[in-house]
């Protein structure tokens, strides 16, 4: 690889894209990666996700095409070439098909390779694109971005699943993870800060969106149970980016109600160092989703000295290395609590591995794209042997 143009996401303060950049930047030029930052022009200054749930639609779309006019500029002025390497932040990027479009009429030195990585989409049956409506139209998107790209990046082996039955054709690699930098992380709290666990108040935090796919009903199931069980002794709550709010106007009504009742305390529009600081004093982060697809979250509390709680989903076994003490059966309340009595109580032995291995998961991307990284690609049809397989 001759040079890396980088195309990123748009920063949100209530989102882990605030740091994308920074992070992959910090792996970069440790590698001495000769990269390009394709810059995107953004629609406000508020860094607020307003029309949608994930991220803005009137700021992504906004920031993706602006990213591809600077891109193709650079291209039409024979900056990139069949040597250099285009990594998309997301498979979703308006105005992508402005590449095959360019190089299908271009020489062959002049075509450079293009990989996206792939943040759900379609192939998730409890992604947003299902929620709006927007799958029919969404699915062939994809098929169109299959067609000419030459690899996807896959943050789990679940996911891979999901592609490979969506019938998709292109390299599919796993990198395993999300891109991450605990150093960063670590850093915005202060490296001696880090509370130990025992001088921590007994808190279980709760750090997804508020959305029908995080099932937010079941964490307020898991608190009603644990005061039915054992009392207030424990501070459940909601840590969040930006005001709460939800797609299902159903949860926000009942945690109004917690709320009232004294189960539940919320802490809303958090900035990140906020947020760190709510997750260096708390004891346990508990998560139900169905489709985090490894989960920031997770990362964040276990480099900040916090136990997690994570169902056996998915992509979760993957992502703790299918231990047994900090997954619970999905959908048991009597399991989680179980777990959470556990957890809240005493530091798990292996706290920090989770964050140590996504970690290195902007390595693992910047080996494929060098070239480097056939252990990742799964293009066998056995690919499924490696589910089972713990990662660290």
């Not at 994308?20 to 607020?48: C, H, M």
């Not at 009504?253 to 760190?276: F, G, H, P, T």
Request: glycine share 6%; charged share 25%; aromatic share 12%.
């Amino acid at each position: 690889m001759r040079r890396l143009f980088y195309m990123g996401l748009e920063p949100y303060k209530a989102r882990y894209t605030l740091q994308l950049q920074d992070w992959n930047e910090r792996v970069f030029k440790r590698r001495d990666i000769n990269y390009v930052i394709v810059p995107g022009e953004t629609l406000s200054n508020d860094q607020a996700i307003v029309t949608g749930q994930v991220l803005d639609a009137h700021g992504r779309t906004y920031f993706g095409m602006s990213q591809l006019m600077n891109l193709i500029k650079m291209m039409k002025a024979g900056e990139v070439n069949q040597h250099d390497v285009i990594y998309f932040e997301d498979m979703f990027q308006p105005g992508i098909e402005s590449l095959p479009y360019i190089m299908n009429q271009l020489p062959t030195e002049f075509r450079p390779k293009v990989f996206v990585r792939c943040l759900a989409q379609s192939i998730d049956p409890d992604d947003f694109v299902h929620v709006w409506g927007m799958s029919e139209w969404m699915g062939h998107y994809e098929k169109m971005v299959d067609n000419f790209v030459d690899g996807v990046l896959a943050t789990n082996e679940e996911m891979v699943m999901h592609m490979k039955i969506a019938g998709w054709q292109a390299p599919i690699y796993n990198i395993s993870g999300l891109a991450f930098g605990k150093e960063e992380v670590q850093g915005r709290v202060g490296f001696k800060n880090i509370k130990p666990f025992h001088e921590r108040p007994m808190r279980v935090s709760f750090a997804a969106r508020w959305d029908q796919e995080k099932q937010p009903d079941f964490y307020m199931d898991l608190i009603d149970a644990w005061y039915q069980k054992h009392g207030p002794e424990v501070e459940f709550t909601v840590l969040s980016g930006a005001k709460l709010r939800s797609n299902n106007s159903s949860y926000r009504e009942r945690c109004e109600q917690m709320q009232a009742e004294n189960k539940l305390v919320i802490y809303e529009d958090l900035s990140k160092d906020e947020y760190y600081s709510m997750l260096n004093d708390t004891r346990v982060l508990f998560n139900c989703a169905l489709q985090d697809w490894v989960s920031n979250t997770v990362s964040e509390a276990d480099a900040l000295g916090c136990n997690v709680l994570f169902p056996a989903y998915r992509s979760f076994p993957e992502t703790f290395a299918n231990c047994k003490y900090r997954l619970y059966i999905p959908w048991s309340i009597d399991d989680a609590i179980d777990k959470l009595e556990l957890l809240i109580q005493e530091p798990h032995p292996y706290m920090g591995l989770i964050s140590d291995y996504n970690d290195k998961t902007i390595d693992r991307i910047c080996d494929i794209l060098e070239g480097n990284g056939s252990q990742y690609l799964r293009d066998s049809v056995d690919y499924r042997k490696h589910t089972r397989e713990s990662k660290y």
